[in-house]
Each structure stands twice: as C-alpha cells, then as structure tokens.
C-alpha cells in the first residue's frame, strides 16, 4: 500500500484514507464500471465546495477505459477498495479538465442534456477555448479556468462491477461492440421466450432493436450497410411481434409486423400475425385479407388460417348477438 502512497505522490497526488476498507485491492480491467459518490472541494482556508454528487442524490458512474475527459479519477479509484473513503488533493495538471466535466455533470442533473455520465476526451482543447471566451453559465467554474488551482477530491467508492456482471448501456458501447450485443440480447430474448416469459422476451428484443437503430442512424438509407442492419431486424421484429400478440398487446404487433411487410411483403410470418392481431382488435376486413394472402402465399398453412377466420366469425356473431340482446333491452326496459 505504501507504494501506491508514493507512485501517486511522484505524480502530483496526496491521498490520504477517511474510511479504511476491508479486503485486498479489486482488480480494475477495462469495462469494469465504479459506482461512486464524490465531492470537490478547493484547497483554500474554507475548503469551498465546488460540487457534491451527494447534493444532487446520485451517485456517478465511470466506465474503465472509455477514456474518461478527467483522467486522474481513474487514476485516484484505482488505487481504492470498495466501500473506502478517501480524500486526494491533486496537482494543477491533473484539475485542469475539471471545469468542463463539472459542467456536462451540472448540465446532465438540471437535466439541460439527456445524455449519460460519459465525456470522452475528443476535441477537449478546442471546448475550453471556446468555453474560456464564452463562459461556462457556472461563476465558480469561469474563475476555475481563468486560475487553474490544485482541487481537492473526496471520494468513496460505492461498489465495483466487473464487465460481465452488468449489461452495458448502449450508450457506452461503440459500434463494435453494440454489434457483438445484438446476438446476445436476441439470444437471451430466445430463451426467455422459451421459458414463456414472453414480457422479458420482448423485453430483450426490443433492446436489440433500439441498438440496430443508432447503428442504422449512422448509415446511408439504402447503402449496402444500412440494408445489412435492416435484415437484421426483421426476424427481431417478427419475434417481437409473437410475444406482443401473446401478451394480448396487439396494437404494437400491427406496427412493427407492417414495418417488415413494407420491406418484404410476401412475408407469410408477418401477415399471419398481423392477421390475427387486427382480429384481435375488430379491423375485421384487415384481418380476412391479410390471412387470405397467408394461404396463397403457403396453402400448408390453410388449417391454421381456417381455425382463426373459424374464431374470428364466431366472435362476431357473439358480439352481434350481444348487441341484439342491449337493444331489445332498451325497449323492452
């Protein structure tokens, strides 16, 4: 332990432990993501607050290895257990990027952005340029840039988990790595739907599918690219679909299985879903064409197509013969 006490102090760092934990130090490979609460504070007689992740009542979260925009709080966890508490007092070089991440952090609270607790390290000298000229809306952040100073910051680690122990939000995945996701999530969306827990099915797909949507949003509608993703929705959306007529929601079923039709019209899964869902809800002339297609398209299927239309009929009747009976019953009252 001594050691890490004077690697940090050759590079500028003071730490001192407020809170001793038990155990050995945790392994910190890239992807595993620390959960914690920190305060900053000035180094002058008052100890001036600057912020406390404690104030807003959420703890932040930094992923290894993203190339985090103030690089000395991988540096300072790194070096901590689990459930310590400790305070670093940190030289000029290491503070300089702090304003800008204060203030993406301050925006993201007041709920100014509605993005995540991720600031990457691009194009960071050009910001505090502008930022300089143009001032940050943080009074004690324009003073910041204007006299860098050592900064004091309190941490405790909250807890540590390793990459395989949480699902990675998809906005901390690059491309690569939200493509390796896909399959995994229709996977697990697979053997839920399996284990007929058809909510949790859903569940998986549709997270599949908002990935494949940022991936497409990054491609030319129609390029070689962009028709590759597109393929891959469609058996997500089919799925999809399945558990949402299952679950007895079947405005969503009409939606998504149109969205595959609009790309591949003759898709005989598609329109028998999208069959059966419109009976579900009424549109009953929607409904008999849609299944009327599915037997020309696959006569195998026409048992199938016959036992819904079968149901669908006797459905109605009952449903006229109920609206028979109210309204004799208006005059017979």
């Known amino acids: ?20 934990a038990q155990g050995g130090l945790p392994a910190f490979p890239d992807g595993a993501k ?16 600057l912020d406390d992740s404690r104030t807003v009542g959420k703890p932040m979260e930094l992923i290894f290895g993203k190339k985090f925009k103030l690089e000395v709080w991988e540096k300072l966890l790194k070096t901590m257990k689990v459930k310590e508490v400790a305070e670093f007092t940190c030289d000029m ?23 995540h607790h991720h600031h990457h390290s691009n194009s960071h000298c050009c910001g505090m340029m502008a930022l300089s ?78 990935m494949l949507e940022e991936l497409m949003l990054q491609e030319k509608p129609g390029d070689d690219d962009w028709k590759k993703l597109d393929d891959l929705k469609r058996p997500l959306l089919l799925n999809f679909s399945q558990c949402k007529l299952l679950t007895g929601d079947f405005y969503p079923v009409i939606t998504h299985t149109s969205d595959v039709l609009e790309r591949d019209p003759d898709n005989v899964k598609a329109l028998f879903r999208r069959g059966k869902a419109h009976s579900a809800v009424w549109n009953v002339e929607e409904a008999r064409k849609d ?22 009929d006797s459905r109605l009747k009952e449903k006229d013969k109920q609206e028979k009976s109210s309204f004799l019953g208006m005059f017979n009252s």
């Open 34 to 49: 620390a959960t914690f609460h920190y305060r900053t504070t000035k180094i002058d007689e008052d100890r001036s607050v």
């Open 93 to 115: 070089k290491h503070t300089a990027m702090y304003p800008l991440v204060a203030k993406s952090l301050r925006d993201i609270y007041k709920g100014k952005e509605t993005g």
């Open 133 to 210: 000229q143009h001032g940050m809306g943080y009074p004690d952040l324009d003073e910041l840039i204007k006299s860098p100073q050592p900064l004091i910051f309190v941490i405790e680690l909250l807890k540590l988990e390793q990459p395989q122990q949480f699902e990675q939000e998809s906005w901390s995945m690059n491309e690569t790595e939200k493509l390796n996701q896909i399959p995994k999530l229709r996977e697990a969306g697979n053997e839920a739907y399996r284990g007929k827990d058809y909510d949790e099915a859903a569940n998986k797909y549709a997270q599949a599918l908002s």
């Open 1 to 20: 332990m001594a050691d890490t006490f004077y690697e940090l102090q050759k590079e500028g760092i003071l730490k001192k432990i407020l809170y001793g």
């Open 291 to 312: 299944l009327a297609r599915v037997t020309e398209l696959d006569p195998k299927l026409e048992g199938a197509v016959h036992k819904e239309l079968a149901a669908l």
